[in-house]
Protein backbone atom coordinates (compact mmCIF):
# COMPACT_ATOMS: atom_id res chain seq x y z
CA UNK A 1 0.00 0.00 0.00
CA UNK A 2 1.49 3.34 -1.09
CA UNK A 3 1.36 6.10 1.79
CA UNK A 4 2.63 9.62 1.61
CA UNK A 5 2.37 11.18 4.68
CA UNK A 6 3.21 15.51 4.81
CA UNK A 7 4.22 16.91 8.42
CA UNK A 8 5.35 19.88 9.90
CA UNK A 9 2.99 22.65 8.38
CA UNK A 10 1.24 25.34 11.10
CA UNK A 11 1.24 28.81 11.42
CA UNK A 12 4.07 31.25 11.08
CA UNK A 13 4.62 35.03 11.02
CA UNK A 14 5.37 36.75 7.82
CA UNK A 15 9.32 36.23 7.08
CA UNK A 16 9.49 33.15 9.00
CA UNK A 17 10.80 30.00 8.25
CA UNK A 18 8.81 26.49 7.94
CA UNK A 19 10.36 22.84 6.75
CA UNK A 20 8.07 20.67 5.56
CA UNK A 21 8.63 16.67 5.46
CA UNK A 22 6.73 13.59 3.57
CA UNK A 23 7.63 10.11 4.11
CA UNK A 24 6.66 7.90 1.58
CA UNK A 25 6.06 4.17 1.79
CA UNK A 26 5.14 0.83 -0.67
CA UNK A 27 6.92 3.02 -3.68
CA UNK A 28 10.33 2.42 -5.56
CA UNK A 29 10.95 5.78 -3.82
CA UNK A 30 14.60 6.43 -6.17
CA UNK A 31 12.63 6.28 -9.14
CA UNK A 32 9.92 8.79 -8.64
CA UNK A 33 10.09 12.42 -9.64
CA UNK A 34 8.70 14.13 -5.89
CA UNK A 35 6.94 16.96 -6.00
CA UNK A 36 5.50 19.72 -3.46
CA UNK A 37 2.32 21.40 -4.37
CA UNK A 38 -0.26 23.76 -2.58
CA UNK A 39 -3.82 24.52 -2.89
CA UNK A 40 -5.12 28.17 -1.45
CA UNK A 41 -9.02 28.87 -0.80
CA UNK A 42 -10.40 29.69 -3.93
CA UNK A 43 -7.40 29.00 -6.25
CA UNK A 44 -6.25 25.82 -8.45
CA UNK A 45 -3.72 23.49 -7.16
CA UNK A 46 -0.09 23.97 -8.50
CA UNK A 47 3.60 22.71 -8.08
CA UNK A 48 5.41 24.78 -6.17
CA UNK A 49 9.12 22.36 -6.55
CA UNK A 50 9.62 19.35 -8.03
CA UNK A 51 13.36 17.58 -8.06
CA UNK A 52 13.66 14.49 -10.33
CA UNK A 53 15.55 10.78 -9.70
CA UNK A 54 18.79 12.86 -10.67
CA UNK A 55 18.00 15.77 -8.45
CA UNK A 56 17.78 18.36 -10.78
CA UNK A 57 15.04 21.02 -9.70
CA UNK A 58 12.34 23.15 -10.37
CA UNK A 59 10.63 25.71 -8.61
CA UNK A 60 7.44 27.63 -9.42
CA UNK A 61 8.59 31.92 -10.25
CA UNK A 62 7.03 32.73 -6.80
CA UNK A 63 8.98 30.68 -4.68
CA UNK A 64 12.88 30.72 -6.30
CA UNK A 65 15.22 31.87 -3.44
CA UNK A 66 12.94 31.19 -0.97
CA UNK A 67 12.37 27.59 -0.69
CA UNK A 68 14.45 24.56 -1.60
CA UNK A 69 13.24 21.02 -2.47
CA UNK A 70 15.24 18.06 -1.42
CA UNK A 71 15.13 14.09 -1.07
CA UNK A 72 16.93 11.77 1.36
CA UNK A 73 16.32 8.43 -1.10
CA UNK A 74 17.93 6.55 2.01
CA UNK A 75 14.77 7.75 4.75
CA UNK A 76 12.07 7.66 1.88
CA UNK A 77 11.58 11.45 2.41
CA UNK A 78 11.27 14.34 0.85
CA UNK A 79 11.45 18.05 2.46
CA UNK A 80 10.44 21.69 1.65
CA UNK A 81 12.47 24.34 3.77
CA UNK A 82 10.31 27.20 3.22
CA UNK A 83 11.88 30.71 4.26
CA UNK A 84 10.62 33.89 3.99
CA UNK A 85 7.10 33.49 3.95
CA UNK A 86 4.98 35.36 3.16
CA UNK A 87 1.05 35.60 3.48
CA UNK A 88 0.32 34.93 -0.15
CA UNK A 89 2.24 31.16 1.15
CA UNK A 90 -0.87 30.41 3.02
CA UNK A 91 -2.43 27.01 1.65
CA UNK A 92 -2.88 23.56 1.84
CA UNK A 93 0.84 22.04 0.71
CA UNK A 94 0.59 18.34 -0.78
CA UNK A 95 3.21 15.93 -1.36
CA UNK A 96 3.04 14.08 -4.71
CA UNK A 97 5.41 11.10 -5.93
CA UNK A 98 4.90 10.50 -10.11
CA UNK A 99 6.69 7.79 -11.60
CA UNK A 100 5.90 9.38 -15.32
CA UNK A 101 4.09 6.51 -16.47
CA UNK A 102 -0.08 6.49 -16.30
CA UNK A 103 -1.54 5.06 -12.94
CA UNK A 104 1.88 5.74 -10.98
CA UNK A 105 0.80 9.06 -9.29
CA UNK A 106 0.28 9.43 -5.69
CA UNK A 107 -0.81 12.48 -3.47
CA UNK A 108 -0.47 12.75 0.50
CA UNK A 109 -3.45 13.61 2.49
CA UNK A 110 -1.50 17.61 2.89
CA UNK A 111 -0.38 20.10 5.53
CA UNK A 112 -1.78 23.36 6.69
CA UNK A 113 0.81 26.18 6.81
CA UNK A 114 -0.94 29.61 7.12
CA UNK A 115 1.44 32.81 7.48
CA UNK A 116 -0.28 35.39 9.50
CA UNK A 117 0.73 38.02 11.61
Known amino acids: QVQLVESGGGLVQPGGSLRLSCAASGIAFSRYVLGWYRQAPGKQRELVASISSGINTHYADSVKGRFTISRDNAKNMVYLQMNSLKPEDTAFYYC???????????WGQGTQVTVSS
Open 96 to 106: NADLLVPGYVY
